[in-house]
């Protein structure tokens, strides 16, 4: 097992590279100075250059970037310009409630999603089978800002059962995690569904069957544990794109995550914040492969020795 998972964390080092490329010159490629913006629009062209000198704006783009590897290769992620805070200290302010959020949609999408997509499988071609699929295609297609709307409309305003802003309260995280688990559970449930038909259909299952076990032995034995390997896969990018994905849920209901943090920072020209939020949001999905590839060796041996 650990060969295997060194030499996958070895080939994220190239990846790692690039992603550090991307990130410097997206940032630097957005419109609007932040020296001036920092300075003040009053601000005379003397302060201005004293901003860009001092946040080290005014050295060519070649050698930015040998600082900003580095400054991150030592841990570095630099200062804030709009806090005046190392950028680490700032991310972590506002990354639990950002991971509360994403655990918490994540767990009703996997519970919710595993459920239906089961239930759909068992009830192939009936009206149930039908409404899941309707229900599964809505939560694809529904935009997670109309969504999130609807709901602070329906239970916020009008039921006032919830804050209409979000909150690192139970209360306050309620219905952000409804909206950011919409889409994933419609997803779950798609591929949960199709997994679990094509195993239903294998020789494997066949046998079994044909050997007297009972139909809850089969399914729980042999068919969920097989069907649950390509699922594994899209429960690792949905809960990588949940916590890069947060963003305009954030934003609609002004819960103070990493993506209502990456909004603000752009507003802001704040290079060394955004370059990192970026940075964080890449290798997130880079050790959530990381970690998929452990539970396909441990659900599946075999993929240790590909």
Known sequence: MIPFLGIRALQMVPTVLG???AVFFFVRALPGDPAR???GQE???DEVEEVRARFGLDQPLPAQFARFVTQTASGDLGVSFRANQPAGTVILRHAAPTIWLALLAIALAIAAGLALGIAAALKRGSLADLAITVVSILGISTPSFFLGILL???FAVQLNLFPVTGGTTAAGMVLPALTLAANSTGTIARFARSSFLEVLGEDFVRTA???GLAPAVVRGKHVLRNALMPVVTIVGLQFGFLLSGAIIVETVFSFPGLGWLLIQSISARDYPVIQALLLVF???FLIINLVVDATYAA???RVRHE
């Open 152 to 154: 602070i409309w329906a």
């Open 19 to 21: 992603v550090m490329i």
């Open 299 to 301: 659900i599946d041996p």
């Open 282 to 284: 890449s290798l997130q």
């Open 209 to 211: 069957r044909a050997k």
């Open 37 to 39: 913006l920092y300075a």
């Open 43 to 45: 601000a005379t062209l």
